[in-house]
């Protein structure tokens, strides 16, 4: 069965400083992955998704999340962290061809310090 | 605009007492999806629908019905709701599994 891990349940940086968020996944075949965010509370909204090609996906908000298969890892980053990026953030991913649709890892909340 | 919208927001509620969560699409999309979600456990699929009279268990089904009588709507029954079931509630949709997931604004519900 597919999984998702996202190590790191809390992380904390400053403003202006980068982000990284790690994901790593666990499927036989190319997963469709994708980052959500939870903003305090909100719903889910999408950030970016990867299906194939580019392993360097855009997202919005200048988020970018690198899909390395060598690493099953889809981490996501951000060179300069807004206050308004304070949120919790889900990667998840889905298999091809499944009716069943996301699953979710256990997400990473970001604090932002001024 | 776009949008799934969820009834009621908050709720509280007793131990036995049936409640229905209702979710609605305006999107058209096939695909809806109910998830819960609890502290370090993220989101977890509980039931989900391809279409219409089409419905499948998730991960935690235990608890819970559906039905998917109309394309848009896509309503989460508890027949006898239990304190672990509370947790806060988010309906999606989706026009293929593979595509992005629309959800709504959730629904955060307590069983005493």
């Known amino acids: 069965a597919q999984s998702v891990t996202q190590p790191d349940i809390h992380i904390t940086v400053s403003e202006g400083a980068s982000l990284e968020l790690r994901c790593n996944y666990s499927y036989g075949a190319t997963p469709y992955l994708f980052w959500y965010v939870q903003s305090p509370g909100q719903g889910l909204q999408l950030l970016l998704k990867y299906f194939s090609g580019d392993t360097l996906v855009q997202g919005i908000k200048g988020f970018e999340a690198e899909f390395k298969r060598s690493q099953s890892s889809f981490n996501l980053r951000k060179p300069s962290v807004h206050w308004s990026d304070a949120a919790e953030y889900f990667c998840?991913?889905?298999?091809?061809?499944?009716?069943?649709?996301?699953?979710f890892g256990s997400g990473t909340q970001l604090t932002v310090l001024p | 605009e776009a949008q799934v919208t969820q009834n009621p927001r908050y709720l509280i509620t007793v131990t036995g007492k049936k409640l229905t969560v209702t979710c609605s699409q305006n999107m058209n999309h096939e695909y809806m999806s109910w998830y819960r979600q609890d502290p370090g456990l993220g989101l977890r699929q509980i039931y989900y629908?391809?279409?219409?009279?089409?419905?499948d268990k998730g991960d935690v089904p235990e608890g819970y019905k559906v039905s998917r009588k109309e394309k848009r709507n896509f309503p989460l029954i508890l027949e006898s709701p239990s304190p672990n079931q509370t947790s806060l509630y988010f309906c999606a949709s989706t026009r293929a599994p593979t595509d992005t997931q629309y959800f709504g604004p959730g629904t955060r519900l307590t069983v005493l």
């Open positions: 629908s391809m279409n219409v009279e089409v419905t």
């Open positions: 998840a991913v889905v298999q091809a061809g499944s009716a069943r649709q996301l699953t």
